[in-house]
């Protein structure tokens, strides 16, 4: 297995495994240059590679997306039975600033929401299905438009996220008043299989029609609370909220995110909110 072929069992996409192939050529290129083999490389050539890179010019988000490429070859090498460690795995490039999300919505304000939304009478039963999974399970626009009627286990009370290339699976638990919402859903559009979130009119959902209907929902919510901006607020809410209730590994999971360092932003978020409150009441401030 090639590092291309190895890439592809990881459901990388086509454009990323194209990108990922160059970087593999270019240190590939400089291990031949330095005379070091693969298989015999250490921490420290890692970092003389990672030095190489800022002599030339390259800057910290250039250096930081090639030092991920390098962990994935040595990954890689691992797979093929070449080597038993990666070297590159605790090497990462210090100063890359990450945006935090922000005007996020309180649990409190995020279930008065869906109370509201749930009592509109001009609303399909759909989008009020998908505000809860937006609100109770975090989940992203795309992963409600690869939701598919067997995902919904009722009687478990729980519900399956397919993975991505950027998300991993994972078994999320449903609201008791989601399990009955859901299958009255079912039972009303006679659903087995197929999309889930289907539009009330025609059997089946393109991306783009459940995308608008997304848009249309977050008009809607806007104008009963109108802190809302978007789909990935709401996420964004959702999980600095867990973070309040559960531990980081278990928000990674129910979060879908392939690397803690994705949930570690919203740990900081949770401390910068909290520093904040500190420095706008106390008394000393």
């Not at 390259?58 to 070859?73: A, E, G, P, W």
């Not at 939701?147 to 290339?165: C, D, N, P, R």
């Not at 009955?180 to 979130?197: D, F, N, T």
Request: one cysteine or more; glycine letters at 4%.
């Amino acid at each position: 297995m090639n590092f291309e072929q190895y890439l592809q069992t990881k459901q990388f996409s086509p454009h990323t495994i194209a990108s990922y192939c160059k970087g593999e050529a270019v240190f590939s290129g400089w291990l031949r240059q330095q005379q070091i083999a693969g298989e015999e490389a250490i921490y420290t050539d890692v970092l003389a590679f990672m030095r190489h890179l800022q002599d030339i010019g390259r800057s910290k988000r250039t250096v930081h997306f090639q030092m991920n490429i390098v962990r994935h070859y040595f990954a890689c090498l691992i797979s093929q039975g070449r080597r038993e460690d990666n070297p590159a795995a605790g090497v990462y490039v210090r100063g890359i600033v990450r945006k935090l999300p922000g005007n996020l919505l309180t649990m409190d304000e995020l279930e008065e929401l869906y109370r509201c939304y749930q009592l509109q009478l001009n609303v399909d039963r759909a989008k009020k299905l998908m505000l809860g999974l937006l609100i109770y399970q975090g989940l992203q626009t795309e992963e409600l438009m690869r939701l598919e009627a067997v995902h919904i286990q009722l009687k478990e009370g729980k519900i399956f996220i397919k993975g991505t290339s950027y998300s991993n699976e994972r078994w999320l638990p449903l609201q008791a008043h989601q399990v009955v919402e859901l299958q009255q859903y079912l039972a009303v559009h006679r659903l087995r299989e197929g999309p889930l979130l289907a539009p009330p009119v025609r059997s089946n959902a393109s991306p783009k029609s459940l995308h608008n209907r997304m848009q249309h929902m977050i008009v809607q919510l806007r104008k009963l609370n109108p802190k809302v901006i978007n789909a990935n607020q709401l996420r964004n809410s959702v999980l600095t909220f867990w973070l309040q209730r559960y531990n980081l590994r278990q928000v990674q999971y129910m979060a879908g995110h392939k690397y803690i360092s994705s949930t570690e932003r919203y740990q900081r978020l949770n401390k910068d909110d909290l520093q904040s409150e500190l420095q706008k009441h106390h008394p000393m401030s």
